[in-house]
């Protein structure tokens, strides 16, 4: 994989994303408030359920909270999975007529998944407001966990991408794979809940580090391990590694699948 290409190709990148989020907030009356929007009724369904009825253990802070610390960084990651898994088929018009580095088409779609993040975190820092949450100096590793969410969600990303042209089941697939997934990352529920000599067997799920990393910096509980981060970070190597050397491997195939 060359590196360097898809870097002399960084105007097409951001042409690309610019135009995914022109044409995602056209005609909507809202426009780029749907970002913020969508996870704060996910939360209150979500705070309804387990934070009220269940009572859920949310490590002594407000449930709301506690899940949205959660939810963020798993909305960025089913959004990004998302739409690099369906960006080469959205965009066969270019692969079958323009020569360039198909690795640009994935990069562009993940980029696009930030923006929304972005807004939707001032929701965020609204709630540490509201509940008299001070941020420590640990909130400078968010950056870490952000990157590391990123490349889970590219990692698999460019796997689904490029089976998605060949076998378009991917798109059907990809909405019961990040359901199931849900329930089985510290999403609604702290990883303290899993016991202990499970815990780096269920670190093997690679959002596990990132939620709990994510958590960690915001309210500095002990859940992020050291040794369950690590675990995380090993397993999302090992995606992202994996599914850019196959991306690469199928490329040339791509625009007579398409």
């Known amino acids: 994989m060359n590196l360097k290409e898809v870097w002399e190709y960084r105007e097409l990148l951001y042409f690309l994303a610019w135009r995914d989020i022109k044409v995602r907030y056209k ?9 913020a929007l969508q996870p704060v009724f996910t939360l209150i369904i979500f705070s309804v359920i387990f934070g009220w009825l269940v009572k859920v253990p949310s490590d002594d802070v407000p449930y709301p ?15 990004s999975m998302s739409a690099t898994s369906n960006s080469l088929v ?7 007529k323009i020569a360039f580095p198909r690795l640009v088409i994935p990069l ?14 001032l929701v965020l820092l609204a709630m540490m407001v509201f509940y008299k949450i001070t941020p420590t100096i640990a909130m400078l590793t968010l950056p870490i966990f952000i990157l590391l969410t990123m490349a889970t969600a590219f990692g698999i990303g460019t ?7 060949k076998y378009r089941d991917v798109r059907h697939i990809l909405p019961f794979l990040t359901q199931g997934w ?7 529920y702290s990883s303290i809940l899993v016991p202990e000599p499970w815990r780096l067997l269920y670190a093997l799920n690679p ?15 002990n859940n992020a391990s050291g040794p369950m981060v690590l675990v995380s970070t090993s397993v999302t190597v090992m995606l992202l590694l994996s599914g850019v050397c196959y991306f690469h491997r199928k490329e040339r195939t791509f625009a007579d699948r398409v």
């Open 27 to 35: 005609q909507t009356v809202l426009g780029v408030a749907w970002a």
């Open 65 to 79: 909270f506690f899940a949205f610390c959660a939810l963020l960084p798993w909305q960025l990651f089913t959004s």
């Open 90 to 96: 959205a965009n066969q018009h270019l692969i079958t």
């Open 108 to 121: 562009s779609a993940a980029v696009v998944s930030l923006l929304d993040f972005s807004i939707a975190f």
């Open 159 to 165: 796997w689904l991408s490029s089976l998605n042209v």
């Open 182 to 188: 849900m329930f089985a990352t510290p999403v609604l």
């Open 207 to 221: 959002m596990v580090g990132a939620i709990e990393g994510f958590r960690w910096a915001l309210l500095g509980t």
